[in-house]
């Protein structure tokens, strides 16, 4: 009951569907009885010729879109090959390229460094002649500082023994010439300034 309530209530009730159902298959069982033999073999062979047709026009069309579509499947993968290959064929040419600009590149940072390392030496040997020369120039200007400092005492030690001895000729013997005390006295400034000059 149950089952019937949740069905949809047809329109012509199912006693007499079932009895219509019945006539017509008591019907069509009656034509069939009736019907010629060849007839109905021609019909069903037709109707299996229809049928065999109809499978091979679909397996036609199945054949068909499976050669379209492994033609298609091809060509794509023939297009996919070639762009690899050109993308490898550009990938090598590239690398190439690169290893050429890199070698380049190590022979001119080599010739660089080899430049530099010259460049140090010659510039460290130029240093260590020039401390020399410094070295040999500072002993022999201390030498001949020592030297001059000599002279200059000894002409200082001159000039005050003549500036002694003009002093006593003063006081004792009278006035010398004056041209002769001039002409000493210049001498010794002479001598004072050479030593100067040398000093410095």
């Known amino acids: 009951m149950l089952a019937h309530t949740k069905r949809p209530r047809p329109g012509v009730p199912t006693k007499k569907l079932k009895k219509y159902e019945k006539e017509y298959q008591t019907q069509r069982v009656s034509q069939l009885q009736q019907e010629d033999p060849i007839d109905r073999y021609q019909r069903e062979n037709r109707r299996l010729q229809e049928a065999s047709m109809r499978l091979e026009q679909e397996n036609d069309d199945l054949a068909h879109e499976l050669v379209t579509s492994k033609i298609s499947l091809r060509n794509h993968l023939d297009q996919e090959l070639l762009n690899t290959k050109q993308r490898l064929v550009e990938t090598e040419e590239e690398k190439r390229r690169q290893g050429e600009e890199t070698g380049?590149?190590?022979e001119v940072f080599r010739r660089e460094l080899e430049k530099a390392e010259s460049e140090i030496k010659k510039t460290t040997a130029i240093i260590i002649e020039y401390k020399q020369i410094c070295s040999q120039l500072s002993s022999r200007l201390e030498k001949q500082q020592a030297a001059t400092k000599e002279e200059l005492d000894i002409v200082r030690t001159k000039l005050q023994l003549v500036e002694a001895k003009c002093r006593i000729q003063v006081l004792g013997e009278g006035r010398p010439p004056a041209e002769?005390?001039?002409h000493?006295?210049?001498?010794l400034l002479n001598?004072?300034?050479a030593a100067k000059n040398s000093w410095f």
């Open 184 to 187: 000493q006295r210049g001498v």
């Open 180 to 182: 002769e005390l001039e």
């Open 104 to 106: 380049q590149l190590k």
């Open 191 to 193: 001598e004072v300034q």
